[in-house]
């Protein structure tokens, strides 16, 4: 596991954005898992930044993003299908059939979660993965619990994560309550992750996961398994220390 120390958030967004594009430009036909909330708009920002530079092309990538809120439509404002929207795929060169999102509005759940796993696997895996962390230490929406499920799957949100997701909606009972998340091995099973985690909130649980204990109440303890993880975190991390 490597740790890259930034000096703030902007460092943070252009460090994770510089291993993308090497990502895209040793392998035009990549395929990214994305991910969603605060930390990674400013590394989006940049990949577009880059993008109108000339110094990037998604004509060729595919995308997989981690989770979609269940039962909101991917037209819904704070569906994460309109997040990606807004704040990539609409600002680049990207095919949005090459773009995966579960899908939250579905009548069978069961279909969908398989549907997309076995999407993801038919594009030949991910290459590179990115997250975020939760203060909870969920990845993607696996929340800490007593068993942490392997594949695609519904998940019922805990209150600290409806909490701190409540920011982005006009009041706490508008969050929806469960998830569609790509599980433990469909996040594992990535050949690369990049794990970014801005400001103090997250720095106590950066310091769990650096421990190397394996739990199933911080999901993101796992990575300590994984062959090649690399998290970026700011300063606000050493400053926590
Ligand atoms: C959400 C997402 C996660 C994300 C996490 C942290 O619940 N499902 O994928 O990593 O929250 O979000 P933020 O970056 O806004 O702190």
Partial sequence: MKILICENYEHLSEVASNIIEDKITANPKCVLGLATGGTPEGTYQRLIDKYKQGSLDFSSVTTFNLDEYYGLNGRHPQSYAKYMYDKLFKHINIDINNTNIPQGDVDDIKKECKRYEEAILEAGGIDL???????????????????????????????????????????????????????????????????????????????????????????????????????????????YL
């Avoid at 696996?142 to 997701?165: G, R």
């Avoid at 801005?198 to 394996?214: C, D, F, H, R």
Wanted: charge should be positive.
């Fill in 129 to 239: 993965q990115l997250l975020g962390i939760g203060t909870n230490g969920h990845i993607g929406f696996n929340e800490p619990n007593a068993y942490l499920k392997t594949k695609t799957h519904l998940v019922k949100l805990k209150e600290e994560t409806i909490n701190a997701n409540s920011r982005f909606f006009e009041k706490k009972e508008d969050v929806p309550t469960r998830a569609i998340t790509m599980g433990i091995k469909s996040i594992f099973r990535a050949k690369e992750i990049l794990l970014l985690a801005s400001g103090p909130e997250k720095a106590p649980i950066i310091m769990e996961l650096l421990k190397g204990q394996l739990s199933t109440y911080v999901p993101a303890s796992i990575l300590n398994l994984h062959p090649s993880v690399t998290i970026v975190v700011d300063k606000a991390f050493i400053e």
